[in-house]
């Protein structure tokens, strides 16, 4: 139990010295957030979105699964989205890989892990699409970091394919997409410079027409 009452301790703490620093933080934070940015990141416990970013709560709203997936069936982060997008109206969205991904090293192997499985192959998918490149690589630490890469890119790409941003594209020419690596190494975050805000960046098969209102032509 002493992991346990770390935390509570831990907490005590940090709210005391918030509260030494700014007397209205929590009173402020209680009743509103109006956060910027959408993180869409891994559920690796070394990639803390706040901290990495050096952001206060209440700056950046979290969605995190493995391997920081955008899969169209999962209704948990499509709900996020919603929300972030819809509601809060963020400015950017943000997909956070990062090297050394336990979930994304799974996926390039045969071995069988169980339930995961399932969400695995969305990774294997990635690495299908981009064999070529990938194979090319001969040393595999090498091509299992720009699997990571391409896994993000590919998540961008699929975000950039829902109808909640191109709504938002076509309503307010936002948010931005993005796609960025965390280097456990470095403490450092790559941007991949595959940032999107407009439905011309992708394939028209992709682009959702806007909705039809009942009793209109």
Not at 109 to 115: H, K, R, V
Not at 154 to 161: A, C, I
Not at 201 to 206: G, Q
């Given at each position: 139990m002493d992991s346990y009452n770390r935390l509570l301790l831990q907490n005590q703490a940090w709210s005391e010295e918030k509260t030494k620093h700014d007397h209205d933080f929590f009173i402020r934070n209680q009743y509103t957030q109006s956060p910027d940015f959408l993180w869409i990141g891994c559920s690796d416990s070394r990639v803390p979105a706040n901290e990495i970013t050096g952001t206060d709560p209440g700056e950046i709203f979290v969605h995190r699964n493995i391997a920081n997936m955008v899969v169209h069936s999962d209704m948990n982060m499509l709900s996020v989205l919603d929300y972030a997008v819809t509601i809060l109206k963020v400015k950017h969205v943000i997909v956070c890989g990062h090297y050394g991904c336990g979930g994304v090293k799974a996926a390039m192997?045969?071995?069988?892990?169980?339930?995961i499985?399932?969400?695995l192959r969305h990774i294997k998918d990635v690495y299908r699409f981009h064999s070529d490149e990938l194979e090319a690589i001969t040393d595999e630490n090498e091509r299992f970091k720009r699997l990571v890469e391409?896994?993000?890119m590919?998540?961008?790409?699929?975000?950039?394919?829902t109808s909640i941003i191109q709504n938002a594209w076509r309503e307010r020419n936002s948010p931005y997409v993005h796609g960025w690596v965390y280097d456990l190494e470095t403490g450092l975050i790559k941007d991949l410079e595959v940032t999107m805000n407009s439905?011309?960046?992708?394939?028209?098969?992709?682009h959702i027409a806007s909705k039809v209102v009942k009793g209109t032509k």
């Open positions: 192997n045969n071995d069988q892990y169980g339930l499985d399932n969400w391409v896994n993000v590919e998540q961008v790409f699929d975000l950039s394919k439905t011309s960046e992708i394939p028209p098969i992709y």
